[in-house]
């Protein structure tokens, strides 16, 4: 039981320490660690400038990395209406449109300006990350949690619960 303990506690740590290969190389990870993992200590939106267009060029065409995203911006998003605009970029890649949309959806879906809808609109979605997203509620209040071991139907929705900053 001590050896079963010991070694799930060694896997834990070896998992926490271990760059992500969505993150890339530790210069990377320090950045999301300044920008993303700590934005609840000085919530400051205009720090995230550049933040959804870093996330496109680290992720590459893969939908895993996106569902922390989700939860992340529809808290800024909730809190911060006035700067959607500005911190969505110009140009998009299927997986951040599908998941900026399930981000304003779990925002309560503030007043989403034109340019960005219309932005979200060319960029197309990414069918995985979007079925993915499908079972989120309409708002992040109506997340429940049942029991520590519920997984909230997808990988995806567990990731975004997970991201979301405790305020």
């Known amino acids: 039981m001590r050896q079963s303990r010991a070694l799930l506690a060694l896997t834990l740590i070896c998992g926490l320490l271990a760059p992500s290969p969505a993150l890339g190389q530790p210069a990377t990870l320090k950045w999301y660690v300044d920008h993303f993992t700590y934005f609840y200590r000085a ?3 205009e720090r995230l400038v550049g933040l959804i267009e870093k996330w496109q060029s680290d992720s590459g065409n893969r939908w895993d990395p996106y569902p ?5 911006l529809a808290v800024v998003f909730r809190d911060h209406p006035n700067w959607i605009e500005r911190l969505v970029p110009p140009k998009l890649t299927r997986g951040s449109a599908t998941a900026l949309a399930g981000a304003l959806r779990l925002a309560g879906d503030p007043s989403i300006p034109p340019e960005v809808r219309s932005r979200i609109a060319q960029a197309g979605s990414d069918e995985i990350l979007k079925r993915q997203l499908a079972g ?6 109506d997340l429940q949690i049942t029991l520590p071991t519920d997984r909230f139907g997808t990988p995806a929705a567990t990731a975004i619960f997970l991201s979301i900053p405790r305020m």
């Open 136 to 141: 989120l509620p309409s708002q992040l209040l």
């Open 68 to 72: 922390p995203l989700v939860g992340f």
């Open 43 to 45: 919530p400051q939106p």
